[in-house]
């Protein structure tokens, strides 16, 4: 049964300490996104690569954000330092191809920061 | 740049029929998603578009025109559970945004008896 798998599913944290996410993509999906989600702003895209490579990551705040793809395998989100503004679910998602297919989701990783 | 807008909440009774609008302005188009979310939970799949017209699957159906930016997600004989969020996206086209997927921010959609 394919599918995203992100961890940690929750994390609580203090503000000032470094927060990473990971998430594995389905096999064989060459575009990863990742997303944060929050009541106020919905769905914001963050960052996304196509086999591997950042294609996009203006939607991050660049200060304290970064994202990488290590390996096809496993992207990384990591947040340093964190803030209570950075409290949010962050998804990651996959895609088979660049102009087709369905976009799966992880289960989302909640971050609280305090 | 990329907008895409749709109602904020919407109330329908069990059993009726439900229309959720989303319109849009895009660099490019290369398909339409919709999603439904549930509270505390992952979007799951509902629907793509990529050509003019009405695709039907079930009790869903989903509507594109993109001369207009427009779409809509039709929910037939609705049932409780179709009680969440339902997320519009966009994936855009042209070299530089080919794969960029964008979410419009849902419309919450209650369902009463």
Not at chain 1, 27 to 49: D, K, S
Not at chain 2, 21 to 35: A, E, K
Not at chain 2, 79 to 97: E, F, I, N, P, T
Request: net charge neutral; hydrophobic share 35%; glycine share 10%.
């Amino acid at each position: 049964d394919a599918r995203v798998t992100q961890t940690p599913r929750h994390k609580v944290t203090e503000m000032g300490q470094e927060v990473t996410m990971r998430c594995q993509p389905i096999l064989g999906h060459n575009t990863v996104f990742w997303y944060r989600q929050t009541m106020m702003q919905g769905l914001e895209l963050l960052a996304y690569f196509r086999n591997r490579a950042p294609l996009d990551d203006s939607g991050m705040p660049k200060d304290r954000f970064s994202a990488e793809m290590p390996d096809a395998t496993l992207a990384t989100l990591k947040i340093q330092p964190s803030e209570p503004r950075d409290s949010a679910v962050y998804f990651c998602a996959s895609v088979q191809g660049a102009r087709t297919g369905e976009l799966f989701f992880g289960e989302g990783s909640r971050l609280t920061v305090l | 740049g990329q907008n895409i807008d749709q109602p904020t909440e919407m109330t329908a009774t069990e059993g009726a029929i439900v229309q959720i609008n989303c319109t849009y302005q895009t660099s490019g188009f290369n398909g339409l998603f919709w999603y439904q979310q549930h509270a505390g939970e992952a979007p799951t799949f509902l629907s793509y578009n990529v050509l003019d017209g009405l695709e039907e699957k079930g009790r869903f159906s989903s509507f594109l025109s993109r001369s207009k930016g427009y779409s809509y997600l039709l929910l037939k004989e609705l049932q409780m559970k179709d009680s969440a969020s339902y997320l519009c996206a966009v994936r855009g086209g042209g070299r530089s945004s080919a794969s960029k997927i964008i979410f419009g921010s849902g419309t919450r959609l209650s369902i009463r008896p």
